[in-house]
């Protein structure tokens, strides 16, 4: 692999990863790569028929998706065939989708030689299920990350309200706790802390306490 520093961050859905990632490549002025936003590219580009089609049909499907990064920090953008994706790849239909996806062997396959090969090219934080254990497995840091998914749930019925979306508490966390189970049994590149991440619980403790924890770790990098 070549000489980039790369910082992974995994954990389950609604943990607050993608917002620490982004916070953190800010502070460190480092490209972040949202590999969930792939999964979800894939989801919405490629659509459920795309489960039920054969191999062969998924790789055509796969093979008309090109994924790149652009810029750094807050001004990151994983871009889809040259284009940023919008609010469409972020409801909960696509992330169901998305991790039904993300349990099939050609879909990890493809997802990792992208990742891999835009980590070859920057230092990067990369945010994500696997990208510790599988994609990164030699990264400089490593950093689990898990909450309560009562927890997880309160905070995404929260941003959602911000968007001006009520969702139902029970319901939230019912989706949740169906991608953990979806997302930790399947049998390639299940979501599971790497024996070397460092793994923060951030149940009781919001995201400038988890940010300056993870930045204490990083201290030598900022
Ligand atoms: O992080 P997210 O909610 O945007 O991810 C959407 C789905 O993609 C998630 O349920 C599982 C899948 N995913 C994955 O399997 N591996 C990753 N590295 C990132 C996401």
Redesign the pocket.
Known sequence: MANTTIITL?GP??VG??SLARELAEQLQLPFL???????CI?LHIGPQGLEAGEAELKKGLAGLEFSLQGVGDGSALLCNGKEPGNE??TEQ???L??K???LPAV?EF?KTS?QSIGEKFSLV??????GTV?FPKAKHKFFLDADPRVRALRRQKQLAEQGKNEDLDQLEQQIRQ?DQ??RN?PI?P?KAADDAIIVDTSLLNMREVLQQLLQHLKELV
Do not use: P, Y
């Open positions: 995994d859905a609604g990863k993608s949202d590999t969930g936003a792939m999964f979800r989801a790849i972020r696509i992330a169901a998305a991790s996806f993300a349990a990890r997802t990742q990369a945010e994500g299920r696997d990208t994609i991608r979806q997302d399947r590149a979501l």
